[in-house]
């Protein structure tokens, strides 16, 4: 025990705390089952002990129960911010003790002080004043304690709240984030202890004279990363209405997301950047288990911007696979697949193959694939692609991204085509999700029909003409036409469709060779001829003379002439006993066999020399063979017949 008058410390034994003044208490407080044994207002010698004198709400109490001339007052405080190790400090603080403050305890002395109704009206530099002194003048004009006080404010949150602390803290960090730190010499945690107080980098103690880098816009993405998913989402909704830049929030709602949701680094290729230490921060962040992972995804997809960026759209589609394990609500699945339609032009193959976390035996979710493609195709930027401005010009910028996402889409289905479990109707409703005019040529869509066919050999003739009518036939190029009309696995009447449309391209071919011909000896003027076919024109005294390549092209243009004519001699023949054979032509499986029944014979093209970029489809999937060009659009094809 101390000597009578004297105010030593308080010493605990059990749940009981007890004041060292030798003294009998005459009040017993008691907070979350600790018992507090203090004194009301007791005279010894020259010292009192205020604690009625220093706090307003003990005062009504001990008023209201009029027992204040008994010899002991018991009373329970009920939700006392804080608990009871707020209560020591303010109990310390009526009793004369050295009470010290720090950015982890200030939030809930505030709080205390408040409940205690410790204000100026019951003493001269009161506990009420003497925090929110401390509070203004040391907290919220330094970056690391303010998030210090921040952090430790979740166990009053509703007193935080209602005193306008946790407002105050955030404009503050918002304010700074907007300031360059080293002006003010706020510690930075990407060096913690090796800053020297000048603002210098130390190595071993010595000032290196180099300078922190504070230019960096995301030097702050670490430190609100300590915060909670509640304190960060009022924090980016602060730092949004300050007028902070779109980027800089979704840079740190990224790096937020990357930390607490484990599963997304698999999808993003790791972290980039420098590897930070951090020596000045103490409090880390906790492991969260799955239940926790889900609620903070649902936090992040609302406070992501509208944000058009190739690394946004990965770390979008990357949230999406986290979100169908994790099993998120409808609402949030729908709302990314939203935002990553709207840009989906930026996505690449990789990270669009998003495999199917349900019990559906294909290996991809390809029903996520097609609604993402039906929100691109909803969107303004798309819709806009269809005005007649747009459409009639071949290389407008408008019409661009979708003709980016048809042909990603072309290579979506080519490599999801192997998977033996994909239906026929899947394949269908991914190729007519895009209009005809996104697909300048359709050979990425016959790449993948081609694909498909081979991994599905079981399939109907009925089937494989369905899907083969998506594909426009005159929109093929010629390789694509040439490994098409040898192609053992489409169906006979595609293939005539194909030697068709090949014979067309022939015609025009050798007709645009003639037209050049014919300009041999026309009179001097500007003359424009596709250099592919005549060569280099040169204009040299008023009268056009042709080069000697020209030569080489009459040669050419002779064999193409021959080939068309043999070419039409075949297809009268086939035409012929087709008309005749009507009946039995299903029994015929390829264009060769055909050809070998009734006497033709299939003449290879100067152009067989050449590698076929087609056939390379045999040996890997990602190989392409489009060529960009324009088009009309038609969903509903009517399928060519020759008969």
């Not at 205020?50 to 018991?74: D, M, N, W, Y």
């Not at 922190?212 to 949004?240: A, C, H, N, P, Q």
């Not at 889900?294 to 609302?302: P, R």
């Not at 996402?405 to 192997?418: G, Q």
Request: charge should be neutral.
């Amino acid at each position: 025990m101390a000597p009578a008058g004297k105010v030593s410390e308080f010493y605990r034994e059990g749940n009981d705390w007890y004041c060292c003044t030798g003294l009998p208490s005459d009040i017993i407080v008691t907070v979350e089952d600790i018992n507090f044994h203090l004194h009301k207002l007791q005279p010894c010698m020259t010292l009192q002990f205020p604690l009625i004198s220093k706090c307003g709400k003990i005062a009504r109490l001990c008023e209201e129960s009029q027992s204040t001339h008994k010899k002991t007052f018991v009373t329970k405080l009920d939700e006392f911010p804080g608990g009871p190790s707020s209560f020591l400090i303010a109990a310390k603080f009526c009793y004369g003790i050295r009470v010290e403050m720090s950015p982890r305890n200030i939030v809930m002395v505030c709080c205390a002080a408040h409940y205690l109704e410790m204000t100026n009206q019951y003493g001269e530099g009161n506990l009420v004043s003497k925090s929110e002194s401390f509070f203004h003048k040391n907290v919220l004009r330094n970056w690391k304690d303010c998030i210090l006080a921040l952090q430790s404010s979740e166990p009053v949150l509703p007193w935080a709240e209602k005193l306008q602390i946790l407002s105050k803290c955030l404009n503050a960090l918002s304010m700074m984030v907007c300031t360059d730190p080293s002006l003010f010499g706020w510690p930075m945690m990407m060096y913690g202890s090796l800053q020297s107080p000048g603002g210098s980098i130390l190595w071993n103690g010595i000032n290196t004279g180099a300078r922190i880098r504070s230019t960096e816009s995301d030097w702050w993405f670490e430190d609100i990363s300590y915060l909670s998913v509640g304190l960060f989402e009022r924090l980016i909704k602060t730092m949004e209405a300050r007028g902070i830049r779109p980027e800089n929030l979704a840079g740190a709602i990224m790096y937020y997301a990357r930390k607490y949701l484990p599963g997304l680094g698999r999808w993003q290729g790791g972290q980039t950047g420098s590897t930070r230490t951090f020596t000045s921060f103490s409090l880390i962040p906790t492991s969260v288990n799955q239940e926790i992972q889900k609620v903070l995804l649902e936090s992040i997809e609302k406070l992501l911007p509208e944000k058009k960026v190739k690394s946004f759209c990965r770390f979008l589609l990357g949230l999406l696979r986290v979100g169908l394990i994790l099993g998120v609500n409808e609402t949030c699945t729908n709302s990314l697949e939203r935002r990553i339609g709207m840009q989906l032009e930026l996505a690449t193959l990789d990270s669009l193959l998003i495999p199917s976390y349900s019990d559906s035996d294909t290996l991809y979710n390809t029903d996520c694939v097609e609604r993402i493609v039906h929100h691109f195709m909803s969107s303004e930027s798309t819709i806009a692609a269809f005005s007649p401005a747009s459409l009639d010009q071949e290389t407008s910028p408008s019409s661009a991204p979708l003709r980016k996402v048809a042909k990603l889409i072309d290579n979506y289905i080519a490599e999801v085509a192997s998977d033996v479990n994909l239906k026929p109707r899947k394949i269908r409703s991914l190729a007519v999700a895009l209009p005809e005019s996104s697909r300048p040529l359709h050979d990425g869509l016959y790449r993948a029909l081609d694909i498909y066919f081979k991994a599905h050999p079981w399939l109907s003739e009925k089937d494989k003409e369905e899907l083969c009518n998506i594909i426009d036939y005159q929109k093929l190029s010629i390789d694509a036409c040439a490994h098409a009309s040898q192609n053992e696995r489409l169906p006979l009447r595609i293939v005539l469709q194909v030697l068709f449309f090949e014979q067309i391209q022939l015609r025009t071919a050798l007709a645009g060779c003639l037209h050049v011909l014919d300009t041999e000896s026309a009179p001097a003027g500007p003359v424009t001829v596709p250099t592919d076919m005549a060569g280099q024109i040169v204009q040299r005294d008023g009268w056009v003379t042709v080069v000697r390549e020209n030569q080489v092209l009459k040669v050419d243009m002779e064999r193409m002439r021959s080939r068309v004519v043999e070419l039409e001699q075949e297809f009268c023949k086939i035409r012929t006993e087709m008309k005749r054979v009507t009946k039995s032509h299903s029994s015929l499986s390829s264009p060769r066999l055909v050809a070998k029944k009734f006497g033709c014979r299939l003449l290879p093209r100067p152009s067989d020399a050449q590698p076929d970029t087609i056939e390379s489809t045999e040996h890997t999937p990602r190989a392409s063979v489009e060529q960009p060009q324009s088009s009309r659009h038609s969903r509903h094809r009517k399928s060519f017949s020759l008969f």
